[in-house]
T-cell receptor
Framework: AQKITQTQPGMFVQEKEAVTLDCTYDTSDQSYGLFWYKQPSSGEMIFLIYQGSYDEQNATEGRYSLNFQKARKSANLVISASQLGDSAMYFC???????????????FGKGTLLTVNP | DGGITQSPKYLFRKEGQNVTLSCEQN?????MYWYRQDPGQGLRLIYY???????QKGDIAEGYSVSREKKESFPLTVTSAQKNPTAFYLC?????????????FGDGTRLSIL
């Protein structure tokens, strides 16, 4: 079974509008972390935002926010006021605490390709 | 500036040849990782290392080898046993000061078969 599921292969949004990218995860750990990365066409992976499983507040970083619903095991990324430069692949990733807390491996979803239209 | 440097940017391999991808970081991170990315796919973990002189297999280690002789360096060798090596390879590193520390990535190496 997939640990990270991103159900939207592609999404389109108009410039200046908000967009939500979906991510659901599967884990039996109580302590885990969720990350979102952006990958432009050039290939580098850019860290956007982090949410810990025990964090009570939804994470925010500038125009990025995370809609964390623990009971539903979802961690959707919300991008507000989309810009043309936001066009990229977006990956959701999870770190599980299954090795005593010292193992920081990430498991990635397959990604969502976001296209921002002018 | 601190960061991760991967080289070369593009690499071509002949049949039966081993090739080595370089990854160097000056972020003083203990942990380093190698991922493989196929077109339209997410990242899959090949090998990772949490400290010098120690490394573990990831999900797709067959046909690959690594070494970690220095904290700054984590080279990946794609051996002739890897029958489908054409992919985009990404190196990453992270601090071990807490589970919320993100992994920082290099710009990647694109490997193709001649």
């Amino acid at each position: 079974a997939q640990k990270i599921t991103q159900t939207q292969p592609g999404m389109f949004v108009q410039e200046k509008e908000a967009v939500t990218l979906d991510c659901t995860y599967d884990t039996s750990d109580q302590s885990y972390g969720l990350f979102w990365y952006k990958q432009p066409s050039s290939g580098e992976m850019i860290f956007l935002i982090y949410q810990g499983s025990y964090d009570e507040q939804n994470a925010t970083e500038g125009r990025y926010s995370l809609n964390f619903q623990k009971a539903r095991k979802s961690a959707n990324l919300v991008i507000s006021a989309s810009q043309l430069g936001d066009s990229a692949m977006y990956f959701c990733a999870m770190r599980e605490n299954n090795s005593g807390g010292s193992n920081y491996k990430l498991t990635f979803g397959k990604g969502t390709l976001l296209t921002v239209n002018p | 500036d601190g960061g991760i440097t991967q080289s070369p940017k593009y690499l071509f391999r002949k049949e039966g040849q081993n090739v080595t991808l370089s990854c160097e970081q000056n972020l003083n991170h203990d942990a380093m990782y190698w991922y493989r990315q196929d077109p339209g796919q997410g990242l899959r973990l090949i090998y990772y290392s949490q400290i010098v002189n120690d490394f573990q297999k990831g999900d797709i280690a067959e046909g690959y080898s690594v070494s970690r002789e220095k904290k700054e360096s984590f080279p990946l060798t794609v051996t002739s046993a890897q029958k489908n090596p054409t992919a985009f390879y990404l190196c990453a590193s992270s601090a071990r000061t807490g589970p919320n520390q993100p992994q920082h990535f290099g710009d990647g190496t694109r490997l193709s078969i001649l």
